[in-house]
């Protein structure tokens, strides 16, 4: 059974869901309920998630603390570990990230494991652009993406300039 709840975000409705123990999904489209998912705004995994994720809104949250329990093929897991490793305010490009999952010249199958990540935010995946620093495809729309980056821009760790987030 897939239990969920829904948040309030600055960027839109979130989705939460979880196996009663870690969180399955944070997902910024409604998600339709399937016929063995539960509403329980009460499980143990949504407060916790609910208060970091507030945190991340106000910009007094850099990094996520939060028991996930990704499902995906090892190449995906990889992905997605390596988004997780992308510093708060910094943004990298997907060749960046296909190198360091030790397949330079897998862009594309990073763009594909970045558009299934099942957990938005969380796991940035808003953090990765294109190689000449362009905004390219999101799941949650280009607009939510520029809302997220724009937001650690303006609290990002000094150093980094708000108008150009550091490249790593």
């Excluded at 869901?17 to 944070?26: K, V, W």
């Excluded at 409604?30 to 407060?47: G, I, L, N, V």
């Excluded at 280009?142 to 108008?163: D, M, Q, V």
Aim: net charge positive.
């Amino acid at each position: 059974m897939t239990l969920f709840t829904t948040l309030d975000s600055p960027i839109g409705p979130l989705t939460l869901t979880s196996d009663g123990e870690a969180l399955t999904g944070i997902h910024m489209h409604p998600a339709k309920a399937e016929a063995d998912w539960k509403r329980d705004d009460k499980a143990k995994p949504f407060a916790t998630a609910k208060a970091q994720l507030a945190a991340y809104f106000r910009g007094t949250l850099k990094e996520f603390h939060l028991p996930l329990a990704p499902q995906g093929t090892p190449f995906q897991l990889r992905v997605w570990e390596e988004l997780s490793r992308i510093p708060y305010g910094e943004t990298c490009s997907y060749a960046d990230i296909a190198k360091r999952v030790g397949n330079p010249k897998g862009c594309r199958a990073v763009g594909l494991a970045n558009g299934r990540n099942p957990h938005a935010i969380v796991v940035p995946c808003h953090r990765v652009i294109g190689a000449d620093g362009s905004l390219t495809g999101y799941g949650g729309g280009l607009e939510r993406k520029k809302l997220l980056l724009a937001l650690e821009a303006r609290h990002a760790p000094p150093g980094l300039l708000a108008s150009s987030a550091k490249r790593c």
